[in-house]
């Protein structure tokens, strides 16, 4: 065998070689990207569009329509008007400002942003305020859903999906009050399972 003919053996196996470790690489990325959920850039504005506009609801008294963004679970546990009457009672006790909405994280039918609300308290004392709230929502019928404050619903979904539930854990609601310019946090009633 003569060198030009051993050179030209050897570039055909380089060629051959780097053909299947391109092949490989490209059947691996395509594999991977199969393999995980595919979470569009749409799903994450849609769901952090989805709070603000039921922040802007609760901010505006729209407390009916506000209603038809909870979940059906929500929905078959409390009564249209109770909510109502109970929303109406506490709008005397702070005036809605602004919130601050996260990064969203989307798994399939299910999502978690983190939220910081801010609003001046009237009652039973006056003061700036802000809630730090994980908005958990619900997609159903195509459009997402806040299921925040339901625990029978949230902790329903993160059974089934164990995997979000382990990367995104239920985190405590804070409340904090500025005083002298700190924000000092406060006790909440109650636990949030």
Known sequence: MTTNQMKTIMNRRMKTRTGLMILALTCGLAFAALSKPVVAASDES?????????FDQLKNGQYEALYDSLPSSSRSRISKERLVQGLRRSQNMFQLQRI???????SGNIAVVDTTMYAHVTQPFDADGKLIVQQYLIREDGKWRVATGDAATINSFLKNNPTFARKFPIKKTRALINQNGKWIEIPLGGRRS
Do not use: E, N, W
């Open 46 to 54: 849609d769901v952090r569009s989805a709070v603000q506009h039921i």
């Open 100 to 106: 601050d909405i996260g990064p969203a994280r989307v």
